[in-house]
């Protein structure tokens, strides 16, 4: 899943994904609420749980941070399965402390998302899931 009100960023990462074989679908969400919306109802197999979220801190109107408070009270399910990748353009020591501290938030990544990155990503967090493959939405 990505959360960023930016389109651009959104489609190059959705390419991004998809061209390096991290997952085959995408969730693309351009603002927090239509996230979070989507993560109460996740666990059909209409709407699939994400293995990771990548998410913008530094959005207008409901931010990033605000999408952390709230993610907290999303069902146990859910915050088991999907792992929060902070995916910012953000330079602010506070934001990466933000990263650090919150332990829903397994990583912060500077923009733009690279396959070299994913390649990582799927080593460092999906080792204990080894047998497991990856789902089909992210």
Not at 75 to 94: A, F, H, Q
Not at 95 to 121: E, H, T, Y
């Amino acid at each position: 899943m990505l959360i960023d009100d930016s389109g651009i960023d959104n489609y190059v990462n959705e390419k991004t994904i998809i061209k390096s074989g991290f997952a085959r679908n995408v969730i693309v969400c351009d603002n927090a609420p239509i996230a979070l919306k989507y993560l109460r109802s996740a666990g059909s197999q209409e709407k699939p749980i994400p293995d990771i979220i990548f998410l913008d801190l530094n959005m207008p109107v409901f931010d990033g941070r605000q999408f952390l408070a709230e993610y907290r009270s999303l069902s146990v399910r859910v915050r088991e399965i999907s792992r929060i990748v902070v995916l910012s353009s953000s330079m602010n020591p506070m934001d990466m402390q933000l990263a650090v501290k919150d332990p829903n938030v397994k990583v912060f990544l500077s923009k733009p998302l690279i396959g070299r990155n994913l390649d990582v990503l799927e080593r460092e967090l999906f080792t204990e899931y080894a047998t497991r493959p990856l789902s089909e939405a992210v």
